[in-house]
């Protein structure tokens, strides 16, 4: 037969696929629904290796859910605010506009020719006025109803993209998309009152069984509760500045209090700020200590460094004892109360920081078995369990019991009307600060009046709209540098007012497309709740896992928001989240380190290994490590080149095949071949069946021979395990088995003679079955021979895509054979496999035969056999 051609199918079928629109998913319809959503992608201009993995995970269920009868809702759209729209004007002086929509056509095109079952109807993009309408409808909801803010804190200043970001997208104390150190300023900004939250979404993350762990664990790490006690130290007064007498402090280890050798706060403390007034030289050490970012990790790694204040504090539980207080650069003014006591035996930082001032420690909490006198700290703190020592009432205690006492010790101390101390819980989640200077995103919709402060724009005057007359000729934001847009009139009083012209984080964006794409079409409001409350949550989602904090927080925050507002009436957006692996290759680098593509790359094998050189010239070539595509080192392959030479369905079987999903998976050359083979077996081997069962009555045969129910075992067990694999998406196992009992036919197909009718029945039972196993993956191949079957009058009519997933006769899954362990006096010899229905004394004469048994027992009598039912067979001897 002929060879199939994927150039001249995949395109014909996505033509007839969108002509029958077989995916789009109508809101009425009454069948129970299943959501299958990818992360839409950033309009770049080009659909990358990653976005195929991605989207293939996301159609390979969705093709599977919809044949198993499910109203299957599965959208894609465009992530379309962002900076390189910015770039890309600045640079090619391309309108930011002109740029992202002629990149979404460019991607739309690659993303149908990978054979994707869409829902195109659906499509958006987050920079359409009619889409940001409603997000600038929600946020004045979120104002009104307190969940949206105007704040004046320290903010994220990126130098470079020369815009705030959040906590969030600060990395190693660098913007994560410009690369530049952060800088630290004083503005005033939105914010979304995420931290109203914090324990709500603490909480629920257990219910989200359908997560991966390490996605859970790393957002409660970002919320990060902890338990603790707010404490006031009273302080020395003939040391404290006029106004300042007591210093409050917050502790997670309250027993440690006994520990205590110093009190470090913020640079940005207001006793700080009160003791620098009259100190020169702590002023200049306070302006050198805030040059450092406040990231998290900067201050981990940073040299401690702190400066005396002279100021002293009074130890709680003993007037006679004061404690330093030092500014200190690891303290920081956003957590707690920017205050803390420093108990260097059992904290890392602060045991640096006195080893450096020379504040000694004195250990308080001594491990079990540990002889207290002998138990010295020198440079690592100890923060493990123990006993309380060297602390007076405490001692003795477990950490535990301390805490508690010092806690209801202190509590009931008053000073002044109130307590000195107070049990509190603190969440390291910041609220959300959304504002950008940028130009290029959805405008923050409200007005600055110099009369009334701030005016929410009125409904009617939504959206407001981008302007698309702007420049970009200097820095900064192009909303701002526009001569008329931000000149309006107020609403309120009717006189000169301004417009926000800082716009929303794109993390803004994403937070609620999902739930838009439940009902697209309504212009009046973000959702219609009673379609989105239908069709979310979505059942699975896919995405990378560098979204696993940013995104999926902010949506699990902003889904409560909608609900407070009005617009949804649940908590959780996601049900199912599977965090996929990356795509991988070797890199390959000339002798002089630069790097070449693998297309420019000849290997071969030879018996030192894998030997690379230069096509053209066949200049040696440095084969390097496996890393993550990227431009930077050449190692990328591109989506376009792979589906114009081998077809889509081979680049996804690829994708899905060898690595589980969550995986990296490395890209081969050899392996994709190896797929092409595979099409092409696929393929034969159809056509052969055809032709062989051609003759096949219609009616199904009242009994089967051997041979046809081996057949029909093999083809019914393979569609048990792929339908179990595609359910946990273990894909790559679904493949295995399919190449399996592709093995297993093609052996039957090649046995000499014409099938008699019942074997030719159970081979075109086989076809049918084998197509629409592969189907999710190949779904071009899959129509193709889905068609031969029906001409050749072995088939449905139809598409394959519409057909129902087969069921599974269940009568052929019982295994009739078992293996079972052969030992003798005790130790394994061997295995022996019998009928399943076998008796003892079947099995006993069986083992007696076996040759290991024999020469183990070396002459000697049998004394007993013991069978263990099913599983082990002991010969005594
Ligand atoms: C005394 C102490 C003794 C502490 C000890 C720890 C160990 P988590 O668990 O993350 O909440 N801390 C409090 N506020 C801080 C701030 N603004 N900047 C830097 N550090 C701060 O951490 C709570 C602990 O971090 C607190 O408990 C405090 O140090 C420190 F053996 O108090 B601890
Ligand atoms: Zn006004």
Redesign the pocket.
């Known amino acids: 037969s002929e060879r199939y051609n994927a150039r001249d199918a995949e395109p014909r079928w996505q033509r007839q696929w969108d002509e029958q629109a077989i995916f789009v998913s109508r809101n009425d319809d009454s069948r129970p629904k299943y959501y299958v959503l990818e992360m839409f992608p950033y309009p770049s201009g080009r659909i990358h290796i990653g976005h195929v993995r991605n989207y293939t995970l996301g159609d390979v269920l969705a093709r599977f859910m919809r044949a198993k009868g499910y109203n299957v809702l599965h959208p894609m759209g465009w992530d379309a605010f962002g900076l390189p729209a910015e770039n890309a004007a600045i640079e090619r002086k391309v309108a930011p506009k002109a740029w992202t929509y002629d990149n979404i056509a460019a991607m739309k095109k690659q993303l149908r020719s990978i054979g994707l079952s869409l829902d195109w109807s659906r499509e958006f993009a987050t920079c359409d006025p009619s889409y940001y309408k409603h997000q600038q409808k929600m946020f004045l909801d979120m104002l009104a109803a307190g969940l949206a803010e105007r704040e004046k804190r320290k903010l994220n200043w990126d130098p470079v993209d020369m815009t705030v970001l959040a906590n969030e997208q600060v990395i190693d104390g660098r913007g994560w998309r410009s690369g530049a150190v952060v800088e630290q300023r004083d503005m005033s900004q939105w914010v979304f009152k995420i931290t109203k939250y914090a324990q709500e979404l603490l909480s629920a993350l257990d219910g989200l069984d359908r997560w991966p762990d390490k996605v859970r664990l790393m957002q409660r790490n970002w919320i ?1 509760r ?1 338990e ?1 006690l707010l404490i006031r130290f009273a302080l020395d007064p003939a040391t404290t500045p006029e106004g300042e007498s007591e210093l409050k ?5 309250p027993d ?1 209090l006994f ?2 050798k110093f009190m470090a706060i ?1 640079a940005d403390h207001p006793l700080a700020q009160a003791a620098a007034a009259k100190n020169p030289k702590l002023a200049a050490f306070i302006a050198d200590i805030k040059k450092i970012g406040t990231a998290q990790e900067i201050i981990d790694t940073a040299e401690k460094q702190g400066f005396d204040t002279g100021i002293r504090a009074v130890h709680p539980f003993d007037p006679s004892w004061t404690l330093p207080v030092y500014v200190a650069n ?14 260097p ?3 890392q ?2 045991l640096d920081f006195v080893n450096k001032y020379g504040l000694g420690n004195t250990p308080v909490v001594c491990p079990e078995g540990q002889d207290p006198k002998s138990f010295v700290i020198t440079d690592t ?1 100890y ?1 493990g369990d123990g006993r309380m020592i060297n602390s007076r009432f405490l001692d003795g205690m477990t950490i535990e019991q301390a805490k508690e006492e010092v806690a209801k010790r202190l509590e009931s101390e008053l000073r002044g009307n109130a307590p000195v101390g107070e049990r509190q819980v ?1 969440f ?1 989640l910041r609220d959300w600060g959304i504002s950008r200077q940028r130009y290029w995103g959805c405008p923050i919709p409200v007005i600055h009046c110099p009369k009334c402060d701030v005016v929410p724009v009125p409904d009617a005057d939504l959206p407001v709209v981008l302007p698309e007359d702007v420049s970009f000729d200097r820095p900064g934001n192009a909303l701002d540098h526009h001569p008329t847009w931000k000149h309006v009139t107020c609403p309120q009083c009717g006189g000169k007012a301004q417009r926000e012209t800082d716009t929303m984080d794109t993390f803004v964006d994403s937070s609620w497309y999902f739930a838009r794409f439940t009902d697209p079409w309504n212009e009046n409001a973000p959702t219609t709740p009673a379609v989105a409350n239908r069709m979310l949550p979505v059942d699975q989602y896919i995405g990378g896992v560098e979204h696993a904090i940013l995104h999926l927080l902010y949506s699990r925050f902003f889904t409560r928001a909608m609900k407070a507002t009005g617009h949804i009436a649940l908590d959780e957006p996601f049900a199912g989240m599977f965090t996929q692996g990356m795509v991988v290759h070797e890199t390959y680098q000339k002798a002089d380190g630069s790097f070449v593509q693998p297309a420019e790359v000849k290997i071969e094998i030879g018996g030192n290994g894998r030997r690379a050189t230069l096509l053209g010239t066949g200049e040696d070539i440095q084969i390097g490590p496996i890393e993550k595509m990227s431009k930077s080192k050449k190692n990328t392959v591109d989506p376009d080149d792979i589906i114009a030479t081998y077809g889509a369905d081979v680049a996804r079987w690829f994708m899905l095949s060898d690595s589980p999903p969550d995986r990296d998976v490395i890209w081969s050359d050899e392996r994709v071949q190896g797929a092409s083979r595979f099409v092409q077996r696929l393929w034969r081997l159809v056509t052969d069946a055809v032709e062989l069962a051609k003759g096949a009555p219609s009616a199904r045969p009242a009994s089967f021979g051997a041979d046809a129910t081996a057949l029909r075992k093999a083809a019914h067990a393979a569609l048990d395990k792929v339908t179990t694999g595609i359910e946990r998406l273990h894909f790559n196992v679904c493949l295995a088995h399919i190449r399996e009992f592709a093995n297993a036919f093609s052996e039957v197909l090649q046995r000499p003679g014409q099938p008699a009718p019942a074997l030719a029945w159970a081979i075109r039972e086989a076809s049918q079955i084998l197509v629409q196993l592969f189907s999710p993956m190949m779904p071009h191949l899959a129509e193709e021979c889905w068609q031969v079957l029906f001409e050749n009058g072995l088939g449905q009519a139809g598409l394959v895509s519409e057909a129902d997933w087969p069921q599974i006769e269940r009568d052929l899954l019982v295994e009739d054979s078992m293996t079972l362990v052969v030992q003798v006096n005790g130790k394994k010899r061997g295995e022996v496999t019998v009928a399943t229905a076998a008796q003892n004394p079947e099995i006993e004469a069986a083992v007696l035969a076996l040759d290991a048994v024999k020469l183990a027992l070396d002459g000697k009598p049998v004394r007993k056999v013991i069978i263990v039912p099913k599983r082990i067979v002991n010969v005594v001897g």
């Open positions: 990060g902890s603790g402090i917050f502790t997670t280890r440690t520990g205590a913020s690891f303290v920081l003014i956003e957590y707690g109360t920017g205050a803390i006591f420093g108990c035996a059992h904290d930082r602060d703190a923060d603190n390291r």
